[in-house]
């Protein structure tokens, strides 16, 4: 069950304990927020550890398939937008490159 839901649970349980009628609600509020917040850092935390992941997975290139030589260039060259790239273990932001497109 998402922060969310279970959040809104009990603070709807102890709202409706500590104030019937309006206590519920209020409860039922303060918990739904206090659970999205707990889940914004859950996310949080699960975007940087999958970053890593990849970033790891990216840097060490196939290790058991043999990469062809690289064919001379073809086309046009192209300036083309980059969101990400890892280049010798470092992340680089986005940015404009060069680029052969068929």
Excluded: C
């Excluded at 709202?15 to 917040?37: D, E, K």
């Excluded at 980059?82 to 404009?96: M, P």
């Amino acid at each position: 069950m998402p922060p969310v839901q279970i959040g809104q649970m009990a603070g709807t349980i102890a709202g409706a304990a500590l104030a019937p009628g309006v206590g519920a609600s209020v409860g039922g509020l303060v918990g739904m927020l206090a659970g999205m917040a707990v889940q914004g850092q859950i996310d949080k935390a699960t975007e940087g550890q999958e970053r890593k992941t990849l970033s790891n997975q990216l840097g060490t290139g196939p290790s058991s398939s043999a990469q062809a030589p690289a064919a001379p260039p073809q086309g046009a060259p192209t300036r083309v937008w980059v969101d990400e790239t890892v280049q010798g273990g470092k992340l680089i932001a986005g940015h404009f490159e060069t680029r052969y497109l068929l």
